[in-house]
């Protein structure tokens, strides 16, 4: 099995920045890609990014695109979302999440809040 815990959560103004970081550990050689997800309040849980674990795939949500940017390193079997020109609707729970060779997401992290005020 593998575990995730992502840090890197917080509270930042409209237009500022942060950045996510998931390290996984455990059965990381299992992993197919990695990826984002958010759920705000009131709301189902959206997909937000992925990478290829292998493969250097990356695939974003339209409404993150050009906005954030996804990165791993193998070595350290680490993923990280950099989020620049936040807005108030980005705030919510952000989950990573493994993806196995099924297409299934069946690892998630614990989550971190992100908020943005305006």
């Known amino acids: 099995q593998v575990q995730l815990a992502e840090s890197g959560g917080g509270l930042v103004q409209a237009g500022g920045s942060l950045r996510l970081s998931c390290a996984a550990s455990g059965r990381t050689f299992t992993m197919y890609a990695m990826g984002w997800f958010r759920q705000a309040p009131g709301k189902e849980r959206e997909f937000v990014g992925r990478?290829?674990?292998?493969?250097?795939?990356?695939n974003y949500a339209d409404s993150v695109k050009g906005r954030f940017t996804i990165s791993r390193d193998k070595a350290k079997n680490t993923m990280s979302l950099q989020m620049n020109s936040l807005k108030p609707e980005d705030t919510a729970v952000y989950y990573c999440?493994?993806?196995?060779?099924?297409?299934?997401?069946?690892?998630w992290g614990q989550g971190t809040q992100v908020t943005v005020s305006s």
């Open positions: 999440a493994v993806q196995s060779a099924l297409g299934t997401w069946n690892v």
């Open positions: 990478i290829g674990w292998s493969v250097n795939s990356i």
